[in-house]
């Protein structure tokens, strides 16, 4: 039973040891695997400018409703839609009939409360002198002081009220805030119009224009830096799809706080607009130049793999072997993106035919067909 046991045994090692040797041999047949076809760039550095992108609205600096402050009807309008105004301009007139009849009915109840005070005053200097003389009650002396006193105070409620009602009348004509642009008229003459709820006109500055955007904390350091900076240059430009404003921008106000809630920061610029080509409302997109520094280096974003959320290239080393080397990206510039760390200047890399790699790969720059150097 045992030398059964021993013979089985030796069997097997024996068919093993065959199909061990067979494989080697297989393997010693086939050969190394073939070079695999790649296109290889040296790695460059330089200085690289780009610009970060942020979503911007473009703003009025300056804006303002013109609402009515009397009611009443429209009586004449005296601009054309979207004209360019100016400080004081006239530019709607409200009927005043009723508030200039108003105004007239209290100036001639002024008049008859300082008659009344004037006969108050002779009457009080009269008791006062009878007073000097001992031949009247001071009771009709205090009497004609607190007479005199009441007409003083009437005087001074008529006045009022002439004021009150001289606002109105000057209410009825409304003239431009400040320099702009007019919007459409909202009304028409004619139109009735109520006091604080009537919204007539929008009058907002053109020239200069705002433009807003956010940006998040971790940059504030950076563009309160750029706001020292007076000289207007290129580093702040409007872009519009693939139309970019002419003109260059510069920073007018920095929020005075970050947003709790979206941890950002609004910031506002200032851009000419003699042209009137920016209007508020306007979408766009605020493009700010940046520099990477003097030994940037930039690679083909297609050299470039991930896994698991980590990125790689293919390194050549030596016997045209590669190995995948891990590096810290940047900002993608076109079809380039900026590397922070893990390549240097002089480096070799794959940059084309990386989804045939793994590591250790033996590497051609010979494409397959191609005819043999000599």
Known sequence: MLLNKIRIFAGISSLLFIISCGNKQAQQQQGPPPAVPVTVAEVTSGNVAYFDEYPATVVALNQVEL????????????????????KGQKLYSIDAQLYSANVQQAIANLQVQETNLVKAQKDADRYHELDKKDAIAKQQ?????????????????????????QSNVNFSTIYAPFDGTIGISQVKTGTAVVAGQTVLNVVSSDNPIAVDFAIDQKEIFRFTQLQGTKNVDSTFTLAFGTDVYPYPGSISVID??????????????????????????????VRVKSSAG??????????????????????????????????????????????????????KIVVQGVQNLREGSVITTEQPGAAPKK
């Open 67 to 86: 609402r009515a402050q009397v009611s009443g009807y429209v009586t004449g309008i005296f601009f054309k839609d979207g004209d360019r105004v100016r």
């Open 141 to 165: 002396v205090d009497y004609a002081d607190a007479a005199l006193e009441a007409a003083k105070k009437q005087v001074a409620a008529a006045q009022a009220n002439v004021k009150s009602l």
């Open 256 to 285: 005075r706080a970050v947003d709790p809630q979206t941890g950002t920061l609004k910031m506002r610029l200032s851009f000419p607009n003699a042209k009137n080509m920016l209007k508020a409302g306007m979408s766009g997109t």
């Open 294 to 347: 003097a030994e940037s280096v930039t690679i083909p974003y297609k050299a470039v793999t991930e896994m698991l959320g980590e990125f790689f290239v293919y390194a050549v080393g030596d016997s045209n072997k590669v190995t995948q080397r891990k590096v810290v990206l940047g900002k993608q510039i076109g079809t380039d993106i900026l590397v922070r760390e893990g390549l240097s200047k002089g480096d």
